[in-house]
């Protein structure tokens, strides 16, 4: 390369794309369909817009259109944030002393401190399109819900955000911007539902967990004139708006001759990895460039490599579709490990049949390495990373690490997708030498796959 590569790759403003990319288009076999509990089929549009924004059900259904126009108005938005920079990792290359390249891309740059605002933005603009009041989510971490109240405020819609308890009293301050763009927020399981007051009859003392926050934010949603549920990842959808990140990346990437050997990225729900490998999935699918895809995820909630590929349920309190995804079922309901955004006990049906494909692969992390990755990204990169993205650059660590070892120049692209500011009081637990690593026993996870519907699709 003659060219040299600078720390920063920038795209300027006219670069961001123009339309989103559906991976599902270039899928051969494709992810299998959302089942409506009661009958056993797949869900109808009209099934579907009864919980989720008209314009938002035919991206959820669209498995054959390959890009989608970003609205003016979205685009807009992005202009705010983005392009986000893909930042070539020197400090970090140095400082593990190896032959690697490491690249990421950085989607903290903004108030909500993750990638999560590119599918906020864009799901509360078909909500106010279409005339409604409101709308109302789950939040785990507290990234999406404040992603949320930032584009519902921009947008002058009503916010309803229920609060994975644990996240709620781990992060009071998260909370406290959530209020400030105007949003209510309420920790789950909570009494203002039917659905809270049962899981609480159940499990009193629960820490919650984002299956619960669903239920609950669901039920409002249908029982409330004028609004509608949304949801921050899992669904087709939310990978589409996501595809920002990994066309962004490409582009980026691609103006200095880069091709990653593999890409790497943290996965709750999926949606910020489906976003990130989007345009690389494409020419993996269509034979035209081989690249290896690592989902990371944490060891106590491990759907894609302890959970197994079936239908269940979105949500703890079922009333949520069912989708066959890799899942730990769910009533299983994760220990309160620090990332909280990577708590969720399924992963989005795309990414599942990708992976059941053997298209991706999947690794399990522990906590406390995941932390101690975080330290040594932030004391060389100067970045304070989330949790949920310190997965990521455990493995990418761990990736170049072999490097060294084989000597091989190997091209890492990771995901960094969001900041550690509101997580504090985890970093403190690492700091102070409290925190423990909870990884499930083969009985916990049997309990929860003993809560997966009964039924044979
Ligand atoms: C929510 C979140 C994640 C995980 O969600 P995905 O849908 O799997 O991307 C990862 N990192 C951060 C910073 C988050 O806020």
Known sequence: MSQEIPYKIYLSEDEIPTQWYNLRADMKKKPAPLINPATLKPLTAEELSVVFCKELVDQELDENTAFVDIPEEIRNFYKMYRPSPVVRAYCLEKYLDTPAEIYYKFEGNNTSGSHKLNSAIAQAYYAKKQGLKGVTTETGAG???TALSMASAYLGLDCKVYMVKCSYEQKPFRREVMRTYGATVTPSPSNTTEIGRKILAEFPGTTGSLGCAISEAVEVATSTEGYRYVLGSVLNQVLLHQSVIGLEAKKALDKYGIKPDMIIGCAGGGSNLGGLIAPFM????????DYRIIAVEPASC????RGKYAYDFCDTGKICPLAKMYTLGSGFIPSASHAGGLRFHGMCPTLSELYDQGMMEAVAVEQTSVFEAATMFARVEGLLPAP??????????????????????KKILFGLTGTGYFDLVAYQKYNDGEMGDYIPTDEDIQKGWASMPKVDL
């Open 302 to 305: 491990p759907s894609f490599t």
């Open 388 to 409: 949920e993205s310190s997965h990521a650059i455990r493995v990418a660590i761990d990736e170049a690490l072999k490097c060294k070892q084989t000597g091989e120049k």
């Open 143 to 145: 990234q999406w819900g």
């Open 282 to 289: 494409r020419e993996k699918l269509r034979g035209e460039n």
